[in-house]
């Protein structure tokens, strides 16, 4: 006879799930359609109808540390066919959220990225911590008047004594993270770092060339905008890593001129990252009604990475036009960004990038098979064909 299976729920974990954005889970009466439309779910034990009720009845230990709530790539096709209105794909964004809150170290971070009423002292800190040291470099930098130099402003040698240390709990934050995620998933034990490492480059060129988003159906555009976020962010972190030779090693002085390649990048980076931010902000508006408006996660993340953009944009436009008031504040402010986005990107809608790769990592070596694409399928049966001849 068949193991039983005890089941034991947890009301809490139930109403946290709500909480973080799965407010209609209730509403699904298991009818798999979800599972059936989803793009990317594979035939053998489909998602997210089955997501769905391990949400309901509260088991915390079999959602969390499930890699299929990352492998979905929350196109929201399942929440447009749910005829109950249960948004599967929001109820597995909660899971997601509460997945990478669970295990975040140090915990009162994760805690606190959740929460809207730790907003303020989040922001309060870089904000404190820069005001400090400008009134700490200010007179001693040789900034000459009606120039209009950031570095002068806030010498790059107070910027790296922030930067470098932040950078370095983010790694190991992530780190631990990651180390725990990976170790539920595996069922208590680490997968081997050879193997997964194999696996990893599997899936990059997957996620590089956004293959996932493209299959969805309901919200196409929601490709290119993903794609604008990702190679926008992806080119500002060259840019940040370039600065930091030009300045620290090659004693380089700003400001650069606008042709200058690394500011071109920054540059089209920049504009990359708002028009993608633009799309997503877009589509979620769009389809608010089958899909929801999205998380608090989601907002914060976004506003966040808009913050960004914006502020480093008009800093530079200020200085153009020679408004320094301006042109400092906005800098300011760009660096209160700047840290709030990795400083706290492990337990953000940033740690997506992070556990989404590793899931997907794990997904290829443990063989969980998802849908071959068209083009695969073509490729396949040309190469049988021509076998056969
Ligand atoms: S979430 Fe909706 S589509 Fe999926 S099983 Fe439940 S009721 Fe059916
Ligand atoms: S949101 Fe999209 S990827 Fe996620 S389960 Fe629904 S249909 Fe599948």
Known sequence: MAKGYVVEPDVGFVRELQELGGDTLKKCYQCATCSVVCPISPENKPFPRKEMIWAQWGLKDKLICNPDIW???NCNDCSAY???GA???EVLAAARNYSFQYYAWPKFLGKALANKKSLPW???VPAAIFLFLIFLGYGKTGAEPGKIVFSKFLPVLY???VFIPTALFAIIAFALGLKRFLTDMNGGTMPPVGAMV?????????ILRHDKFKECTENKNRYWGHLGILYGFLGLLIVTGLV???MDVFHMEDPFSLINPVKILANLSALALIGGLVVVLYNRWKTRETSGLGTYYDWLFLLVLLGVALTGIFAELMRLAGIGALAYLCYYLHLICVFFLFAYAPFSKFAHLAYRTTAMAYADYIGRELPVEESEVEEKSSEEESSKE
């Open 198 to 206: 194999k696996s990893l480059k599997n899936v990059l060129p997957v």
């Open 71 to 73: 492998l979905c790539h």
């Open 159 to 161: 910027i790296d004594a």
């Open 244 to 246: 930091f030779v030009m």
């Open 82 to 84: 749910c005829p109950r």
């Open 122 to 124: 989040l922001f309060a």
């Open 87 to 89: 948004k599967p794909g």
